[in-house]
């Protein structure tokens, strides 16, 4: 009787360099078997820069691969289909004044971004109407209304994306996470729809 094998392909593999690819590195496998080590460690395919940076191991060839080799165990497959391969080789540490350019940049693009906005709505004048409004007197600055405004401004944006610097306030993604994590998603549903070779009408026979 052949021994079951359950195969969970990972989603995403990222390697620093081109190498051989063994099935521990690509998947997840449980079984009862006394030999689950030399199946984890069963070659699946050599990386070379011909494949470049992005590569797509499908789990049909996985598991036709493993059937061949080995006849005496039966595979099922559980979760993802496909695993994304990305060779991202390590990267020196980004130069201090390439981040204090990016950061000053961001920053004033940001401030520009803020002001023109007020300026759109006529900022100013609705908060020297609201001083009138509450105090009876007209005054061009009404810095007591401003300088709160412009403090909780800053505190608020903070406050949305969930971060200062490192640190997290709580366990809830910001929206520019959940962005983030949704761009990802289709990007990768996209690569693996285009970069698997059986999907290639080249292949079909």
Avoid: C
């Avoid at 059937?67 to 391969?85: A, D, R």
């Avoid at 690569?191 to 080249?202: A, C, K, Q, V």
């Amino acid at each position: 009787m052949a021994e079951l094998v359950y195969i969970r392909m990972r989603k995403r593999v990222v390697l620093e360099q081109w190498q051989e690819l063994k099935l521990k590195e690509i998947a997840y496998i449980s079984t009862h078997s006394d030999k689950k080590e030399l199946l984890e460690n069963t070659p699946i395919y050599r990386l070379s820069k011909k494949d470049k940076s992005i590569l797509v191991i499908d789990s049909f060839l996985i598991i036709d691969h493993l059937t061949k080799k080995y006849s005496n165990f039966e595979f099922q497959l559980l979760g993802p289909e496909q695993t994304l391969i990305q060779i991202e080789p390590h990267k020196k540490p980004t130069h201090p004044l390439i981040i204090t350019f990016v950061w000053l940049l961001l920053f004033v693009g940001s401030a520009m971004t803020i002001m023109n906005f007020h300026y759109d709505v006529s900022m100013q004048p609705v908060q020297q109407k609201l001083h009138f409004i509450l105090t009876g007197v007209e005054n061009e600055y009404p810095l007591w209304i401003q300088i709160p405004y412009s403090i909780g401004l800053g505190l608020g944006t903070v406050l949305f994306f969930n971060h200062w610097f490192k640190k997290r306030f709580n366990e809830e993604p910001s929206p520019l996470e959940v962005e983030i994590f949704n761009y990802q998603q289709d990007l990768q549903q996209y690569i693996n729809t285009m970069e698997n070779e059986l999907n290639d009408p080249r292949n079909s026979s």
